[in-house]
């Protein structure tokens, strides 16, 4: 999934894609390797990723599109699109979507969990 | 650099920022971190990032603006907006912007180098 056909071994992944589904948060893996993975997170209004924490993993989450509440250790911040937010490892950390329109945002997380 | 003010000591980073210079390509960092970095790399019209490996970290290009040519183990990629590349650890590889507009790449790393 998210490696489409480009008659080559490189490895390409689309970013831009989306999957939504009402019942809860969609994730679309672009890419997983030894070090790290890539993932799109896809929030209806309403749909939220609760917190938690990796005790290793240093994540970023990046909005691509919408706006979403992130939320590490406690402290609540709200991020645009153009705006990414770093979970160091060990931080309880999660994201809500409190607005009234979809968001979509870029997740970044080595070394994977 | 890359961490504006909010009032709080969650760490925010706008990955639209842009900087070009006719000299060379410009890199500007987001987030580095223990475990990974992530920098927008800015490339004018001709401008590139030579060929080069790393033993142990993987590499994604992941172009937000314009398009490159991504070279992955000698092989050619076009890339573009919404598209990324996957440079796994050891794989010789690099970018070149051969179209007539800036370009802007998320480049994420892990582990930095």
Same mark, same amino acid.
């Given at each position: 999934? *998210?490696?489409?056909?480009?008659? =080559?071994?490189?490895?390409?992944?689309?970013?831009?894609?989306? &999957?939504?589904? +009402? +019942?809860?948060?969609?994730?679309?893996?672009?890419?997983?390797?030894?070090?790290?993975?890539? %993932?799109?997170?896809?929030?209806?209004? *309403?749909? +939220?990723?609760?917190?938690?924490?990796?005790? *290793? =993993?240093?994540?970023?989450?990046?909005?691509?599109?919408?706006?979403?509440?992130?939320?590490? %250790?406690?402290?609540?911040?709200?991020? &645009?699109?153009?705006?990414?937010?770093?979970?160091?490892?060990? =931080?309880?950390?999660?994201?809500?979507?409190? =607005?009234?329109? &979809?968001?979509?945002?870029?997740?970044?997380?080595?070394?994977?969990?």
């Amino acid at each position: 999934m *998210g490696y489409p056909a480009h008659g =080559s071994a490189v490895k390409v992944a689309i970013f831009t894609q989306r &999957r939504f589904d +009402a +019942a809860k948060m969609q994730k679309i893996n672009l890419f997983e390797t030894e070090q790290f993975f890539i %993932d799109v997170y896809c929030l209806e209004p *309403g749909q +939220a990723q609760k917190a938690h924490a990796h005790a *290793g =993993s240093d994540k970023v989450y990046a909005v691509m599109e919408g706006s979403v509440i992130a939320r590490v %250790d406690g402290q609540e911040q709200e991020l &645009r699109a153009g705006e990414m937010v770093l979970a160091p490892a060990g =931080s309880e950390h999660g994201i809500e979507n409190r =607005s009234g329109v &979809r968001a979509a945002v870029l997740v970044f997380m080595a070394p994977r969990p």
